[in-house]
């Protein structure tokens, strides 16, 4: 068995794919890991024009407002998904 020694091949793979992002976003990624390994996922500190992005996302959620699922397609396509 393999413990602190290993990853699996998927966290290898998504480790991988982060070293080709830029500094800021590698930084956001570690943070978010890093909340999540500290079971304190529910506090993850957000810029004031993080969170208005959110809460109108959510709003337009809401209002059943979507992105178009060609958009979306498109979007995974580019992130390889």
Known sequence: MCYKSCMTKL???AIARMRELTEEEQNTL???M???IDADAAFLPLDRETEAAIREGLAQAEQGEFVPDEV???ANKRHGL
């Open 11 to 13: 966290l290898e793979r």
């Open 30 to 32: 570690a943070t978010v």
């Open 34 to 36: 890093l909340s999540m």
């Open 72 to 74: 979306v397609a498109e």
